[in-house]
């Protein structure tokens, strides 16, 4: 680990690998602002994943709403232990905005972190990634994305590619010219070129999709603006 890096990797060599083999990427890069990971260090395997199965299909804001009572229901101001987690009733659970299905995954995520399926955290650090996948797909309701969010935003492993995320598949689109949402075995072939640092990568994936829509937006206020300006024009005549 650089000691120039908040990161278990060099993120400055990451992005100056990822620029020099991809020089498109690269020309993405220079416009954006530098690679941040917002790594989630005061979480457990479990907290994260927890976090995680509360997020699945749901817009951020509604989905941190949900998580946040999902906290409430812990004593100590933290998510509820496993034990606590499988005291709670559903008619409590439901309240929270949980639904039946994802119930039952934090149950059986709670469950498997009891019996020591679900590693601690130093035991998952000593994890290789296809490990990690293995172990935790056994969890009702984690995939492979779950787990790949969980080795991103918890771990900081560097060589990750979410091919499956919509956000990823988007960003894929609109860096390199895409007319439609890319399959997952396309960026999956075309990703083989940023090992051994294919998160970066998906982050700046990522961040093309928000710098398209602020773009979008503003084009829209100056096109706005301008027809503002010939509507005064013509009254004015």
Not at 13 to 24: S, V
Request: proline share 5%.
């Amino acid at each position: 680990m650089s000691e120039t890096s908040p990161y278990p990797f060099d993120h400055k060599a990451a992005i100056a690998h990822l620029c020099g083999i991809d020089p498109q990427l690269g020309r993405l890069i220079e416009k954006l602002p530098e690679f941040a990971l917002n790594l989630r260090e005061g979480e457990t395997p479990y907290e994260s994943l927890l976090r995680a199965i509360v997020y699945q299909s749901i817009a951020g804001k509604a989905a941190k709403v949900i998580f946040d009572r999902i906290r409430a229901l812990g004593s100590d101001g933290r998510c509820p232990t496993p034990e606590e987690l499988l005291r709670v009733s559903t008619r409590k659970l439901r309240a929270a905005g949980l639904s039946k299905a994802k119930i039952s995954s934090v149950r059986d995520l709670a469950t498997k972190t009891i019996e020591g399926i679900v590693p601690t955290l130093e035991a998952a650090m000593e994890m290789s990634d296809r490990e990690l996948v293995e172990r935790l797909d056994s969890v009702r309701g984690i995939g492979a994305w779950t787990v790949e969010m969980f080795l991103i935003f918890r771990l900081g492993r560097p060589d990750v590619l979410p091919i499956h995320d919509y956000g990823v598949q988007k960003g894929f689109a609109i860096t390199y010219g895409k007319r439609a949402i890319p399959k997952p075995k396309e960026i999956a072939k075309f990703g083989e070129r940023w090992r051994p640092y294919r998160t970066v990568a998906s982050w700046y994936m990522w961040r093309a999709v928000d710098h398209a829509g602020k773009s979008a937006r503003k084009i829209t206020k100056k096109r706005l603006k301008v027809v503002i300006k010939r509507r005064a024009r013509k009254k004015s005549v």
